[in-house]
């Protein structure tokens, strides 16, 4: 089983929709987890860092479930320039973490 | 405010031909640095990481190697490239838990 397992997308939406995705963990250890972006041919960038239940910024809210092992990312009244690939992100100890394979959004005009 | 650097961004190699990238962080001291790999359409591999100068720990088996010859410089390396080396090479740094990437290198082996 991947350590950090997202459904790849893509998931097509309107501006102004909400759009919402999740990501499973394998480690129930685990104690912290991230949302990056990705922008095609680009680094990664971080979004949200998530240590607790979860927390929201902007338009953006990231959920953590731990009995159930899981993270989701919403996105409320989406913008064309949220069309990116958002990277779950699980912190391995040790300063190392382990990276899904991203999930692919694109919202259209 | 930090910020990290890496070059080249594009590179072209033959197969067998020697590979070094450079990775750089300014404004902040004694980083964890961190070499990803990412090939096309897949997640970021975790090739090396390194907690202080000289100190290098490798994620996977590999024909590529890691050095760390200053506190905020970080190298990777080959002596002999595969096909199969090709990729998407990301350099990242982090003082806590979260990472921060460089622009990145694309390497294309042919």
């Known amino acids: 089983r991947k350590e950090v397992e997202q459904d790849p997308g893509p998931f097509n939406v309107p501006e102004g929709a909400t759009v919402a995705f999740n990501c499973t963990y394998s480690n129930s250890a685990s104690q912290s987890f991230f949302w990056y972006r990705q922008d095609c041919r680009k680094e990664p960038k971080l979004l949200m860092s998530v240590y607790s239940s979860g927390n929201e910024d902007g338009r953006f809210t990231a959920q953590l479930n731990r009995a159930s092992q899981y993270i989701s990312l919403l996105i409320r009244d989406s913008k064309l320039s949220d069309s990116a690939t958002y990277l779950c992100?699980?912190?391995?100890?040790?300063?190392?973490?382990?990276f899904g394979a991203g999930t692919t959004v694109t919202v259209r005009a | 405010s930090q910020t990290i650097h890496q070059w080249p961004a594009t590179l072209v190699q033959p197969v067998g031909s020697p590979l070094s990238l450079e990775c750089t962080v300014e404004?902040?001291?004694?980083?964890?640095l961190y070499w990803y790999r990412q090939a096309a359409g897949r997640g970021l591999q975790l090739l090396f990481y390194?907690?202080?100068?000289?100190?290098i720990s490798s994620e996977v088996p590999q024909n590529l190697s890691a050095s760390r010859p200053q506190d905020r410089q970080f190298i990777l390396s080959s002596k002999k490239l595969l096909l199969s080396d090709s990729g998407f090479y990301l350099c990242?740094?982090?003082?806590?838990?979260?990472?921060?990437f460089g622009p990145g290198t694309r390497l294309t082996v042919t």
């Open positions: 992100v699980v912190n391995r100890g040790d300063y190392k973490l382990s």
């Open positions: 990242a740094w982090s003082a806590a838990l979260e990472q921060y």
């Open positions: 390194s907690v202080g100068i000289g100190q």
């Open positions: 404004g902040t001291s004694n980083p964890n």
